[in-house]
């Protein structure tokens, strides 16, 4: 029988995403068995209660803020250890590059029993601050005790090819029962003119983070395109805040779709939008194991995503949805025609009872403890 456990996740966070979301479903999993999980919430000094914080904390789950400077120096080193011995964690539990870069490195009887989860890399221009971090991650990730990945395809990755194979690990994402799901967000209303909005007309529903790798240019080319082909009067919600913001807004004007586009913003518990939704779309050029995919799959919703990272794997090569090829207006263009015009029902349910059936944060946590124990 597993001993009861102090577990430290640490993360970055702008924001209330899809590490942010499994972070959240695996902490719950682990209050709910026994365990005691502190959420660690890395930020810049003075930063005000951050999403997640308030989320974590509505949820019950006992918050740490470290409130830190941006770059990795001795003192900043120094402060996130001195959180750590006033805490004393059975383990540590990285949840993105900034605490990889803080602590991977340090020896393993100064920080303690530590596992990083690679939820994916976005890459970005090679000269970015992105992109050195993320190179940064790759060369912390080396000295962590474990790393675990969200889907097996991600162990073919160079960085985690150096990696010695004993402490390379796969834990697929999982999430709560939706009832759970829509217990923990109490009283969140959804914004009234959101609401308004999917109920005018038939409307097709993509949730997501505004950066470059999400595909949302694309996607409002292809959908442009496909009103013209298809003669169809679908709506488009994008919800989700992020720097492409301002140039999404301006190609919504440009393609002259004001009135069958919006741009939502972000909304807690965005998910519960596909009650009504006529479909889900990811345009993506870039994906781990996205968890608005398996909230797709749970509301039984018809998908259409681009083939990349694992959604092939969770869309069974397209039985459970249509994919398309990546970064390719044309076959968004088309599949947007097919999700506007047909619906199978197979596909949904299938990808229901994959969801409910294997893809469960209580499973997720069971594997995560395993791995704990490993290296604790």
Not at 79 to 89: A, H, Q, S, Y
Not at 98 to 123: D, Q
Not at 318 to 342: H, I, K
Request: positive net charge; contains cysteine; charged residues 20%.
């Amino acid at each position: 029988m597993t001993l009861q456990m102090r577990i430290l996740h640490l993360i970055h966070s702008e924001g209330v995403y899809g590490a942010e979301l499994i972070l959240l479903y695996l902490a719950r999993e682990q209050q709910r068995a026994g365990h005691e999980p502190l959420i660690g919430s890395i930020r810049d000094p003075g930063t005000p209660e951050t999403a997640l914080e308030a989320r974590a904390a509505a949820c019950g789950l006992q918050v740490v803020p470290i409130r830190i400077a941006p770059r990795p120096t001795p003192s900043v080193i120094r402060k996130v250890l001195r959180t750590i011995n006033e805490r004393k964690p059975d383990v540590l539990h990285s949840h993105g590059y900034k605490p990889n870069i803080l602590l991977g490195p340090l020896p393993r009887g100064v920080r303690g029993p530590m596992l990083a989860t690679l939820h994916g890399w976005t890459g970005g221009n090679l000269l970015s601050r992105k992109r050195l971090y993320e190179n940064l991650d790759r060369w912390a990730l080396r000295s962590i005790d474990s790393v675990v990945v969200v889907t097996r395809s991600m162990l073919a990755l160079p960085a985690l090819r150096r990696i010695d194979e004993a402490r390379r690990h796969v834990v697929e994402n999982g999430i709560p029962p939706l009832e759970r799901r829509l217990v923990d967000l109490g009283s969140t209303a959804l914004p009234e003119a959101v609401v308004r909005f999917i109920r005018r007309s038939p409307t097709l529903v993509a949730i997501g983070r505004l950066s470059v790798e999400k595909g949302f240019d694309q996607l409002l080319e292809a959908f442009a395109r496909s009103r013209v082909e298809s003669g169809s009067r679908h709506q488009l919600l994008i919800v989700g805040e992020g720097p492409e913001r301002a140039g999404l807004a301006s190609r919504i004007e440009t393609l002259g779709l004001q009135d069958a586009v919006l741009l939502a913003g972000y909304v807690q518990g965005a998910d519960r939008l596909l009650a009504e939704a006529s479909g889900f779309v990811m345009s993506s050029l870039t994906e781990g194991m996205p968890v608005v995919l398996l909230e797709a799959m749970q509301w039984r919703v018809p998908i259409l995503a681009t083939a990349v990272g694992a959604i092939p794997d969770l869309l069974a090569a397209g039985r459970y949805g249509r994919l398309v090829t990546p970064n390719d207006v044309s076959a968004l263009t088309s599949g947007l025609c097919e999700l506007m015009s047909a619906v199978s029902d197979n596909q949904v349910l299938s990808a229901h009872r994959l969801v409910t059936g294997h893809l469960t944060s209580e499973r997720m946590n069971r594997e995560y403890l395993a791995a704990y124990e490993a290296i604790a």
